[in-house]
């Protein structure tokens, strides 16, 4: 953000603000004045909404740069608009040009992993067989709407199961509970997760049991490493 004073007189005083949309956190910002010709920053530092003033000698510039952060639940377009007023004893012959927007148009990225155990290398026909399936988001936006998939195979029957979002408010199952398999639209914002225990018999057969279980983006939603969004547990039937 460059405030310049074009002349002819010097000015003391300039109001600089810059009100952060919501859609901007945790911001901080600097102000550098130029020295030749002469400015003073009022303000070298700060952070949060720009409140401050500055001296600018004619031709002279002061030059905040302004760091924020992209809230995780933010969308489409971020507008970020600064302003410049003269003190009061001041008349600026153009007046237009006392204010800039900048217009950032957001793209959310998430990371959702997925993983799937039954803590056992092996298990017997007719035994109950228990899953622990973790849907996880690694950020750095928030999700609504990912779709967890696990088809039971026909290798297990009865299956019955349960859905607990850690923590809440943050994280949404959608559906706590259901029987057979599971195809649920699930919410996740940075960081949270929702965890589904599945619990089934296993059938009469020789080989093992195979179980996976995957998570999907919704539309509009960019996930940068899809390789961690499927998971098989493999159990050996004795």
């Given at each position: 953000i460059v405030v310049t004073n074009e002349g002819p007189s010097n000015v003391t005083g300039v109001a600089v603000?810059?009100?952060?949309p919501g859609a901007l956190t945790a911001a901080t910002w600097t102000c550098t004045p130029s020295?030749?010709?002469d400015a003073t920053c009022t303000n070298p530092t700060?952070?949060?909404?720009?409140a401050t003033t500055v001296d600018l000698d004619a031709g002279a510039t002061a030059t905040f740069v302004l760091a924020a952060t992209v809230a995780p639940d933010a969308t489409g377009t971020v507008t970020n608009t600064a302003?410049?007023?003269p003190p009061s004893n001041y008349t600026d012959n153009t007046s237009s040009d006392n204010q800039a927007s900048d217009d950032t148009n957001t793209t959310p990225i998430a990371d959702l992993a997925i993983t799937k155990t039954d803590n056992a290398a092996a298990a017997s026909s007719g035994a109950l067989i228990s899953y622990a399936i973790?849907?996880?988001n690694a950020g750095p936006s928030d999700v609504a709407g990912a779709r967890v998939v696990d088809v039971i195979p026909g290798t297990l029957s009865g299956a019955t199961w349960t859905c607990v979002a850690d923590p809440v408010p943050g994280a949404d199952c959608g559906v706590a509970s259901g029987s057979?398999?599971?195809d649920q639209l699930v919410d996740l914002d940075s960081g949270t997760?929702?965890?589904?225990t599945v619990d089934a018999t296993v059938a009469a057969v020789n080989g093992?049991?195979?179980n996976t279980a995957t998570v999907a983006a919704p539309s509009g939603i960019t996930d940068p490493d899809t390789d961690n969004n499927t998971d098989t547990d493999t159990t050996l039937v004795d």
């Open positions: 603000n810059d009100a952060l020295s030749s010709p700060g952070t949060g909404n720009i302003t410049l007023t973790v849907v996880s057979g398999s599971i997760t929702v965890t589904y093992t049991v195979s």
